[in-house]
């Protein structure tokens, strides 16, 4: 439900973006400092909690996270375990991830246990601009204008990753992972390629095989079976310690890619993706990368690096996102603004995530260069909201 709250002239704390990262960090803050409360606000075109988050899950029928049951929004790392005592079956093996709807119904809960929905300003924020001697002004889409002291970018910047030979994407049949929506389609009869080797392709194979297509599933790269995107000993010291005393940002930006390693499937996808082979649905076409592609009377035609062409209904690319920091039309004056360097597409901020210099904070993947590979994930976000809450409620932590 889009609230009618009215848009003050200033608020102390504007957050843009309402997905899981936004309402980790607003959870986390309002657990250690309540009466903060009247003085954040919380800007997303919804105007409703996990609207994209709730979107994406949905679209590809995902049945459980990926993530174990102990990444979620609420400070607590017990809280959802709690909330499933009475629906242990939607905590699914080998580490409790959690199901999508219980997932979702604990976050309802959270949302209105903690009446969130009332920090929701429904609009999209087009510009942040600074204001001297401190301060932001944030234009809206709306019109209306706001001043805030600080801000926190929690919008998922990520740019999809096309391959070489797409020009254009075409749209129903030549689509990005995201675009796709298999709650609507009716595939019946239908030859459908998948480019990428990650769970996404995974979940889009079974999806679509599940409506009557056959599928042809391609990757570059030999398919990796891993239960978590990131190997675990990135959530903790293993990892992050010697990835945390790394002074130079372009070895950070090493880790971090050897540490995500492209795409992966976990066991139980890969399982039911090879019964599919057994069965003739799927075909799994490994280091293999299409040369071209060419439409002709509603039929595609791929040429691969082996010569061969084949003719699909439809293609969809699983090939991911990544972050470009340069392009996030948001930050665009920032960094000039505050001189950030910016490395392979990451901005260096300051240990609290902000930019170095300004009350503006990042989270999300934009964030990797300090939090590490998964500072895009639920994980992530709950080290974000640390590091951020602390520089929210410690007045020694403020700039002025
Ligand atoms: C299919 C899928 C499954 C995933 N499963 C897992 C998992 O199991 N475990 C895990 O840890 N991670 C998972 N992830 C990764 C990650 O947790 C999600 O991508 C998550 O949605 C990221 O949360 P977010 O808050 O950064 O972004 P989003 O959920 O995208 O939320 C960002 C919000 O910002 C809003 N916004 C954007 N621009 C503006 C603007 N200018 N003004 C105002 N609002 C704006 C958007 O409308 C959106 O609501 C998954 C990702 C995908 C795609």
Same mark, same amino acid.
């Given at each position: 439900m889009v609230n009618s709250r009215k848009l003050p002239?200033y608020i102390e704390t504007a957050i843009i973006g309402a997905g899981p990262h936004s309402l980790t960090l607003v959870n986390h803050l309002l657990h250690k400092k309540p009466k903060l409360r009247s003085r954040v606000m919380v800007f997303d075109p919804s105007g409703e909690w996990l609207t994209q988050w709730r ?17 979620h929004p609420a400070p607590n790392?017990?809280a959802l375990?709690k909330f ?18 219980l997932f979702q119904d604990f976050c309802d809960h959270l949302i209105k246990t903690n009446g969130l929905e009332k920090l929701i300003f429904p609009a999209?924020v ?20 706001i001043?805030t002291?600080r801000v926190v970018?929690a ?26 929506? /298999?709650?609507? !389609?009716?595939?019946? %009869?239908?030859?459908? #390629? ?5 769970? &996404?392709?995974? =979940? ?68 039911? /993706?090879?019964? !599919?082979?057994?069965? %003739?649905?799927?075909? #799994? ?5 299409? &040369?071209?592609? =060419? ?68 989270m ?14 639920l994980?992530?976000a709950i080290?974000?909201s640390n590091?951020i809450t602390?520089?929210l409620v ?7």
């Open positions: 002239e979107h994406q899950l949905e679209a590809q029928e995902i049945i459980h996270l990926r993530s174990p049951a102990v990444h790392p017990f375990r499933a005592e009475t629906r242990p079956s939607e905590l699914y093996p080998p580490y409790d991830l959690p199901g999508t709807k999209i087009t510009k942040i601009k600074p204001l001297k001697p401190k301060n932001f002004q944030l234009q809206l889409s709306s019109g209306q204008e001043c002291r970018v919008t998922r910047a990520d740019e999809i990753n096309l391959p070489p030979w797409v020009k254009n994407l075409q749209p129903p049949t030549l689509v990005h992972s995201h675009q796709v929506d /298999l709650r609507s !389609l009716n595939l019946q %009869g239908e030859n459908i #390629l998948i480019i990428g080797g990650g769970l &996404t392709s995974g =979940h889009l194979a079974l999806g679509a095989i599940a409506k009557g297509a056959t599928v042809d599933l391609m990757s570059r790269k030999q398919l990796q079976e891993k239960l978590f995107d990131t190997d675990p000993g990135w959530l903790g010291p293993k990892y992050l310690k010697s990835f945390e005393a790394q002074p130079c940002w372009h070895e950070r930006y090493d880790m971090i890619q050897k540490a995500r390693n492209g795409g992966s499937l976990t066991p139980a996808v890969m399982l039911k /993706l090879k019964r !599919l082979t057994r069965e %003739g649905k799927l075909n #799994l076409q490994e280091n293999c990368q299409v &040369t071209h592609a =060419h439409h002709h009377q509603n039929q595609w035609y791929i040429k691969c690096e082996n010569g061969q062409t084949q003719q699909y209904d439809r293609i969809w690319l699983a090939t991911g996102s990544k972050f470009q920091a340069q392009n996030h039309h948001l930050l665009e004056d920032i960094w000039g603004q505050y001189n950030t360097p910016i490395i392979q597409g990451l901005p260096v901020l300051d240990k609290y995530l902000r930019v170095k210099g300004a009350e503006l904070f990042i999300g993947g934009l964030a990797s260069l300090r939090l590490g590979p998964t500072a895009r994930n994980s992530g080290k974000a590091l602390e520089a410690k007045p020694s932590l403020y700039l002025d």
